[in-house]
């Protein structure tokens, strides 16, 4: 999911203004915070379905498959605690750090995410000339965020009552595979599906935004995906504007 902070570097100024033409969507915690997520996340799910792997191919492997799956084992529930310790890095941030408390504020759902979603699929339909303006994050970025804190806390759960299963009845395993295999579909497809063309299969950014990397969204994206905060940077002079023919060159005033 793309998030943002609204930092600004010295980088992309343009030649003739000290106002920067980009800034700086992800900080350095965020980028950090992404990339654990990310990295645990393909192990979990290639660890977590090599379950539903046929046991007679298991089987033909000889000690070989043995091996693997002990090790599987091993590397799905480390990833697994990486995964919570990233999810408490996170929330220490949110608390602590003066930019996380901003991601949060900017996140909470408001009103005006209803009214976003009703004009939007106006839009789609042909109701509405234009899609809705969005400010720093849109309703779409604000429901995968809640649907990833809402996963990672059902899926940490129940991976937890699994590994400590001694303690508990049947009753409480049976039902917590069910709930751990079905987030997990869930989390997947949502990945594949919603984030992924979300953010880095869409027009204009295909094969892959590079915000995961650098931290860093130009004012053109911005303007396009963004347009109430870049509009907001713009008039408080932490931004330079863009020509009005919309190609992201800069605007400069004579």
Not at 124 to 146: I, S
Request: overall charge neutral; hydrophobic content about 45%; glycine content about 8%.
């Amino acid at each position: 999911m793309d998030t943002s902070t609204p930092a600004y570097g010295e980088s992309g100024k343009t030649p003739n203004s000290d106002l920067p033409t980009e800034i700086i969507r992800l900080n350095c915690h965020e980028r950090i915070q992404h990339l654990l997520v990310f990295v645990t996340f393909i192990l979990l799910v290639i660890t977590g379905y090599m379950l539903k792997i046929p046991e007679r191919w298991i089987i033909g492997m000889g000690d070989w498959g043995e091996l693997v799956f002990a090790y599987r084992g091993l590397t799905h529930r480390i990833c697994g605690v990486a995964m919570i310790l990233t999810s408490l890095y996170h929330a220490a941030y949110l608390m602590v750090c003066k930019d996380g408390r901003a991601f949060l504020k900017d996140m909470i759902p408001t009103w005006q995410d209803a009214k976003d979603i009703v004009h939007n699929i106006g839009y789609y339909l042909g109701k509405r000339p234009e899609p809705p303006k969005f400010k720093r994050f849109d309703y779409r970025e604000k429901a995968e965020y809640l649907a990833l804190v809402a996963g990672t806390i059902i899926i940490s759960v129940t991976g937890i009552l699994l590994w400590s299963e001694n303690y508990w009845g049947k009753f409480v395993l049976d039902l917590s595979i069910l709930i751990h295999g079905m987030e997990a579909i869930l989390a997947t497809l949502a990945i594949i599906v919603w984030h992924f063309y979300a953010v880095h299969w869409k027009p204009g950014q295909f094969p892959m935004s590079r915000i995961w990397i650098d931290g860093k969204m130009s004012a053109h994206h911005l303007r396009a995906e963004h347009p109430l905060q870049y509009e907001e940077l713009v008039q408080a002079g932490k931004l330079a504007p863009l020509a009005e023919s919309g190609h992201g060159e800069p605007h400069h005033s004579r």
